[in-house]
């Protein structure tokens, strides 16, 4: 498991207030901000695997702002000088972090709290269907099996 090439981990800000908090999620000034198409947000049970999906042109901004998700991320992009890493992350409220995803990476994650586990994607274009592939979670392309 390493690190891989253009995958970028940004700390984020939780400022507490008398009344709630704010979490910051993504500015414009940002590096990792390249465009903006739509924001969404995710659920995921506990336990519950979504993925595998690689996007061909999107870029991703991941925060979760409730639960813990873990996410695993692999590069297959054959001119990449991390060709054919994994790279694990988990992001929670106590790992507050944004995972920026650039395309040409497979990605899936999973659930790892009870109760709400969300993420928000702060995505650099529209979602369009014809723009990523998707693979079953068992595959024989992505040496990862660490799914329980």
Not at 20 to 45: C, D, N, R
Not at 53 to 77: E, Q, S, T, W
Not at 95 to 121: C, E, H, K
Not at 123 to 135: G, Q, R, T, V
């Amino acid at each position: 498991m390493g690190i891989i090439k253009d995958v970028i981990i940004t700390p984020l800000k939780l400022i507490p207030g008398d009344s709630g908090e704010v979490m910051h999620a993504l500015k414009e000034w940002e590096p990792s901000f390249q465009g903006f198409g739509e924001a969404y947000f995710s659920t995921i049970h506990k336990n519950a695997v979504k993925g595998w999906k690689k996007h061909r042109k999107m870029i991703l901004n991941l925060v979760v702002p409730m639960g813990a998700i873990r996410f695993v991320l692999y590069d297959d992009r054959s001119d990449s000088p991390t060709y054919k890493t994994i790279q694990e992350l988990t992001l929670s409220r106590e790992n507050y972090q944004r995972l920026t995803v650039p395309p040409g990476i497979w990605m899936a994650f999973q659930g790892l709290s009870d109760g709400v586990n969300m993420l928000l994607n702060i995505a650099s274009i529209p979602h369009d269907p014809l723009e990523a592939k998707n693979l079953p979670i068992q595959n024989d392309l992505i040496p990862f099996n660490g799914f329980a």
